[in-house]
């Protein structure tokens, strides 16, 4: 949620800002603003509701804002409704809200995050005679900031320390300081944010697309940390104002992964992108046709020695773990509970000492579930994180990391990192079993070579992608369905559902296929869209009478099931087949043409399939 880019260098900052600025807009915004600094000028700041598109015009594509340091910021509304008003930068002064114009104030800043004692910061800094022009939590930090450069008398790093000792909450913060001209300075709790250098250019941003045109050396700066950038050079502190050494992290990832690459839009390319994403991933773990998951770290004592696993995750992360639970709990015979991260931090269960907790994450810094992991930490859990950014949060601080292979994901609707981590499920089940003895050698080599045709068999659904296209312009104007399976199914149904009501904005729900006759079936009416997904051999009959129930009541049906098992078109409407696999890796197919619906209906109402409204790809705040 929310964006941030900062540059200092020797071109000009502005176009840099809005360049970078566009390479976030997929973490979802509502405003948009920047400040630059022209030597020892006041700052210039010019804020625009709506689209990036809105402060380019106003900016001149950035030409009319002069000056080589600056920090811009898309805004997704928290505290305060969006307005240019409470868009970002904030700064420390009483009137400047109107978004355009130098500021003379001490202090500007841009804030990812949350301060969750802002009211009580707000009444300690009236009683100081501050004022407030907006409704943010931002605006807050910020003066706070200034309260203690000036009681103080102290530089900018030992007031912005007496300030996170102060808040409470999440936040990335940038500032600049009016005393400081060419520097800009940072701090970090809980809310993601690089540091990238490039020769006589230094770079502030939210997430590495932004900084991926100017350069691939970055350092991730840590939790309850500060930073301060020259032209060049950054240099870094804890909370005591000592200096911190940091390695340099080289990005892997080139420009034009995160660029259209001749889609339409980044949700295709991403589909598209999935077999690589399977295969990258699948090679990181298996050299010469055998599994070695010794890159993770788990050792095989380990990996006896569980009793439980705990799986935590948001979104489809979530719906992950739910097929990893089926999967896990099949091969390796162990017991697995699948938990939302925003529940499970918050529950006060006993948690087995002997378990593992996997925690879920494609941008490891998803909020619920790092604080979940630091949870399961301070009661003695072993943690593993399965991420897809490395250096992340989750990353540095589980105990055992599961890279997924998916690179950089820019369609708010995940698409290749939740095939990717399905695929890390996979292997981690494989491994399980190999260990602990459930899974016999010669039925792990055929998993693995069925695991292996995965990227080809995704390629030849999507070589039919034009069926779903077709069906998917019928339910334009559909406002509801829904999607029901049994086992395996029903964690495929929940991701299908999921990714149709997020970008088309259809209402669509996942049911337990059994679950429809205790009160569910109730909602269904004539030419109400019902998808039955019928994968799993052993439940397949029972799944198709639910479907045949909510035939008789008027739905229209389609089914998903496997190639051979014609037999569906003679109660389905519509059929999509799927190439055979091994019934476990079943999710890695069925969710492509659930994918490719979503997308299709997407476009079919003239949506913005990449940022739709109202959602984030990060959710870095509560």
């Known amino acids: 949620m929310c964006g941030i880019v900062g540059y200092i260098g020797n071109n000009q900052a502005a176009p840099v800002l809005l360049n970078g600025l566009a390479k976030l807009e997929y973490r979802g915004y509502d405003s948009a603003g920047l400040a630059v600094r022209d030597g020892d000028k006041p700052a210039e700041v010019v804020k625009a509701t709506g689209k990036l598109i809105n402060l380019s015009e106003m900016t001149d594509d950035g030409k009319a804002v002069p000056g080589t340091c600056g920090i811009g910021h898309t805004r997704w509304a928290t505290h305060g409704v969006p307005s240019r008003v409470n868009a970002h930068p904030h700064v420390s002064g009483n009137c400047q809200g109107s978004g355009s114009g130098a ?64 808040v409470r909450g999440s936040y990335a913060l940038a500032l600049m300081f009016k005393d400081y001209p060419g520097e800009i300075y940072v701090a970090r709790k809980d809310s993601p944010m690089i540091i990238g250098v490039n020769g006589e250019e230094s770079f502030v941003a939210s997430d590495v697309p932004a900084v991926l045109n100017y350069t691939r050396s970055v350092y991730y700066i840590g939790n309850l940390e500060m930073g301060r950038l020259s032209a060049g050079e950054a240099t870094f502190y804890d909370l005591n104002g000592d200096v911190i050494e940091k390695e340099l992290t080289e990005i892997k990832w080139d420009a034009a992964a995160a660029e259209k690459g001749g889609y339409e839009h980044f949700m295709m390319k991403e589909i598209h992108e999935q077999p690589k994403a399977i295969r990258d991933t699948i090679a990181s773990v298996v050299k010469d046709g055998a599994l070695d998951l010794g890159s993770i770290g788990l050792t095989e004592e380990e990996i006896r020695a569980f009793s439980q696993i705990y799986i935590v995750a948001c979104g489809s992360a979530y719906h992950v773990g739910m097929a990893m639970q089926y999967v896990l709990e099949d091969l390796v015979q162990i017991p697995v509970r699948v938990e939302l991260a925003s529940e499970f931090r918050y529950r006060h269960m006993r948690l087995d ?117 077709w069906f998917a312009s019928k339910l334009a104007n559909d406002k509801d369905v829904f999607f029901i399976g049994r086992g395996l199914d029903y964690a495929i149904s929940l991701e299908g559902s999921l990714k149709m009501k997020e970008i088309s904005y259809v209402h669509s729900e996942a049911y337990a296929a059994g679950e429809l006759k ?52 003679e109660t389905a409407d519509f059929t999509v087949y799927i190439p055979k696999t091994d019934q476990h890796f079943a999710p890695s197919l069925a969710v492509i043409p659930l994918q490719l619906l979503g997308y299709y209906l997407s476009v079919a109402r003239g949506l913005d399939v990449d940022k739709p409204r109202n959602l984030a790809k990060s959710v870095t705040v509560e």
């Open 103 to 166: 500021v003379e104030s001490e202090v500007v800043g841009v804030h990812n995050g949350i301060i969750e004692n802002y009211q009580e910061l707000t009444e300690k800094l009236l009683r100081h005679g501050y004022r407030f022009y907006s409704e943010t939590d931002t605006e807050v930090v910020v003066k706070l900031v200034d309260y203690y450069y000036k009681k103080y008398k102290v530089g900018p790093i030992d007031a912005i320390a007496k300030t996170m000792v102060r």
């Open 353 to 469: 000492p002997s378990g593992l907790v996997i925690v879920i994450s494609q941008s490891g810094e998803t909020a619920d579930s790092l604080a979940a992991l630091r949870m399961s930490r301070e009661h003695g859990l072993m943690t593993l994180g399965i991420v897809n950014v490395v250096g992340s949060s989750i990353a540095r601080e589980a105990d055992k990391v599961f890279y997924t292979l998916a690179g950089p994901e820019i369609s708010v609707a995940t698409t290749k990192a939740y095939s990717a981590q399905l695929v890390a499920g996979y292997l981690l089940a494989m491994e399980f079993g190999k260990v602990r003895g459930t899974i016999e050698a010669e039925e792990l080599k055929e998993m693995l070579r069925e695991l292996s045709e995965i990227p080809e068999k995704i390629e030849r659904i999507l070589e039919e992608k034009e069926r779903i296209q």
């Open 518 to 569: 205790h009160g569910t079936i109730s909602l269904i009416e004539n030419g109400t869209l019902v998808i039955g997904v019928l994968t799993q051999n052993e439940l397949f009959e029972k799944t198709v009478s639910n479907m045949v129930e909510c035939q008789s009541r008027g739905a229209y049906l389609m089914g998903l099931t496997n190639y051979g098992n014609y037999s569906v078109e």
